[in-house]
Antibody, heavy 121, light 108 residues
Framework: QVQLQESGPGLVKPSETLSLTCTVSGGSISSYYWSWIRQPPGKTLEWIGYIYYSGSTNYNPSLRSRVTISVDTSKDQFSLKLSSVTAADTAIYYC???????????????WGQGTLVTVSS | DIQMTQSPSTLSASVGDRVTITCRASQSISIWLAWYQQKPGKAPKLLIYRASSLQSGVPSRFSGSGSGTEFTLTISSLQPDDFATYYCQQYNSNPPITFGPGTKVDIK
């Protein structure tokens, strides 16, 4: 059974960079696409972007200028960096596996439990 | 971006009720729609993909239908474990993938 676990600081100051890591267990990170998705408190979900185990990426145009997703296959981890954060970036951040191994922008079959990141001074 | 809407935003129902949630897309997305269930403090759980395909392990009381711009999620007989918020997600036109605003199913 594939499991995903997010980790990283729960509090980030405005204008700084949010950094999170997702660790995949129970299966290899290889051969799949992996995504980050966020959910502001009480609101709906927003797709941030995906990465393939090979390193290819694609991002939501609304966040593209501030987002970097990277992968470390030796550790079965992928990471999210979001720069120049503001209060609007306060959200629960989820990592998730893309179900379709051939199409990176489909639906998500495994999710991490989520981690709340608050942007505040 | 393709905008997704859901109705109703909140639905009050009783155990045993048949429940239907509607999701509409701002343009045709063929059958490229998924449904998720989310409980408070938990991650979303995939229920339906490709508009009507049931994810492995999901009870058969859940079903999905529709194509183009209008879709429905039906729970044939609401169970206590089904009180949750339900989201639709389109993946026809991307990036970006987009989600609906959610429908909360609570106890009448």
């Amino acid at each position: 059974q594939v499991q995903l676990q997010e980790s990283g600081p729960g509090l980030v100051k405005p204008s700084e960079t949010l950094s999170l890591t997702c660790t995949v267990s129970g299966g290899s990170i290889s051969s799949y696409y992996w995504s980050w998705i966020r959910q502001p408190p009480g609101k709906t979900l927003e797709w941030i972007g995906y990465i393939y185990y090979s390193g290819s990426t694609n991002y939501n145009p609304s966040l593209r200028s501030r987002v970097t997703i990277s992968v470390d296959t030796s550790k079965d981890q992928f990471s999210l960096k979001l720069s120049s954060v503001t209060a609007a970036d306060t959200a629960i951040y989820y990592c998730a596996r893309v179900s379709d191994v051939y199409n990176p922008t489909t639906y998500f079959d495994y999710w991490g439990q989520g981690t709340l990141v608050t942007v505040s001074s | 971006d393709i905008q997704m809407t859901q109705s109703p935003s909140t639905l009050s129902a009783s155990v045993g009720d048949r429940v239907t949630i509607t999701c509409r897309a701002s343009q045709s997305i063929s059958i490229w729609l998924a449904w998720y269930q989310q409980k408070p403090g938990k991650a979303p759980k995939l229920l339906i993909y490709r508009a009507s395909s049931l994810q492995s392990g999901v009870p058969s009381r859940f079903s999905g239908s529709g194509s183009g711009t209008e879709f429905t999620l039906t729970i044939s007989s609401l169970q206590p474990d089904d009180f949750a918020t339900y989201y639709c997600q389109q993946y026809n036109s991307n990036p970006p993938i987009t989600f609906g605003p959610g429908t909360k199913v609570d106890i009448k």
